[in-house]
């Protein structure tokens, strides 16, 4: 550098030679410590290999923590429907209201039928009352006709009867009869009573059929009616689904379910961006289906995840049927992409190289495994360069 410059070109600086002195001092001890500098700024690691359990890749979608379908309860026409795919409802909302003026007129006939049969047991309580204080017996009225020929019985019939002991009846017998046909009438009004009050409250129910509300906080996934159709028992109305927070559903095949257990934490792969999440087992149907041999496992994905209902993911899980590998395993810090090809800067005289490799599987929360590209004993950059200047300089 001190040949580069020339006494021509010093004459045109007009500064002191003590300031050309120091750039040349500067310059000098640049060359000197540049080698120095370069190579303090990277950090350094040795290649080994691991022992890694075989893990397998199975396909999932992203499910709803909860989803139902509402149907319809009542036949009769849609009045109202409460907003469209997308919008949120909280519980208890309304969501779709259908047609009640048929069932409105029968709780009016209902209610009008119990209160006349309140009427009955009250009469029926009368009725009751007076015959425990003024039994029938002792009416001279009792057997209808004129009071002299009543008494004329009384008298005589019925006196000379009970003498000659021609008369199987007891007065006590009677009053027996009388108040256990009172009670029966009494008993037989309320239960007329009770089983108006039962209609009405069939009625009532059928009444909040016709009213659809939110079962949970949610969002409305899919609308199946609009205002103005007509539905019968059974029809579904709308999809609702609590999307705050996230699953996985896999149809996970038998041979690996033994390596599952609810509360496992296993690697998984959204379809956002190739989005790299972990998820925890939540759950694993006790029966395997029959005709796929596989078994239904979801897995719980963390809150605020990006993506959504229907998106296609992988989850990674531990095959215990096959023997572990040791492979070679480096930290996700020394990786860097080229586009979509990763590599990693490998030491070689004193220089980073650039050395394209193959990926393999995350063995852990900042492990990868590598299938191709490196060799065991090389040393790799844990902080590459940054692409631009930097990386350009690494590679020279």
């Known amino acids: 550098m001190v040949g580069l410059i020339s006494n021509d070109r010093l004459k045109g600086f007009r500064t002191s030679g003590i300031w050309v002195a120091g ?3 500067g310059a000098l001890l640049a060359g000197l410590c540049g080698q120095s500098i370069e190579a303090a700024e990277y950090r350094l690691s040795t290649i080994e290999k691991a022992s890694v359990g075989t893990a397998a890749t199975i396909g999932g979608k992203v499910v709803p ?7 319809a309860q009542t036949p009769g026409q849609v009045l109202f429907v409460g907003g469209g795919e997308g919008d949120s409802k909280t519980q208890g909302e309304l969501l ?6 048929d069932l409105q007129a029968q709780r009016r006939a209902a209610l009008a039928e ?12 009368v009725q009751y009352n007076r015959e425990m204080w003024s039994p029938s017996v002792n009416n001279i009225n009792r057997s209808g006709g004129m009071g002299m020929p009543m008494l004329f019985d009384q008298m005589f019939t019925r006196g000379f009867g009970n003498f000659m002991d021609r008369n199987n009846s007891s007065p006590w017998v009677d009053r027996y009869a009388d108040l256990s046909t009172q009670y029966s ?3 037989q009004a309320q239960s007329r009573v009770m089983s108006s009050r039962a209609q009405i409250d069939l009625l009532d129910a059928k009444i909040r059929d016709a009213l659809t509300m939110a079962p949970f906080d949610g969002v409305i996934v899919e609308k199946l009616v609009e205002p103005g159709d007509t539905v019968q028992p059974g029809q579904p109305l709308i999809k609702f689904a609590h999307t705050k927070y996230l699953r996985i559903q896999a149809e996970v095949p038998v041979r690996l379910v033994a390596g599952l257990s609810v509360g496992m934490i296993v690697p998984a792969q959204l379809d956002v961006h190739a989005q790299e999440t972990k998820a925890r087992v939540a759950r694993i149907y006790p029966m395997a289906d029959s005709s796929r041999h596989t078994v239904t496992v979801k897995f719980d994905l963390p809150l605020g995840v990006a993506g959504g209902p229907g998106m296609y993911a992988e989850v990674r899980i531990p095959d215990l049927n096959a023997s572990d590998d040791a492979r070679i395993v480096i930290p996700k810090s020394a990786v860097i992409w080229r586009g979509s090809l990763p590599g990693i800067y490998v030491m070689k005289d004193g220089k980073p190289s650039l050395r394209l490799v193959r990926l393999g599987a995350a063995t852990g929360d900042d492990q990868i495994s590598i299938l191709a590209g490196a060799k065991v004993g090389d040393q790799i950059v844990l902080n590459p360069p940054a692409t631009g200047a930097a990386a350009r300089r690494a590679t020279q």
């Open 65 to 71: 923590y909860k989803e139902v379908t509402l149907s």
């Open 23 to 25: 750039i040349w001092a």
């Open 185 to 187: 009438n009494l008993n």
């Open 96 to 101: 779709v209201r259908i047609d009640d003026d």
């Open 114 to 125: 119990f209160n006349h049969a309140e009427a009955i047991v009250r009469n029926a309580q």
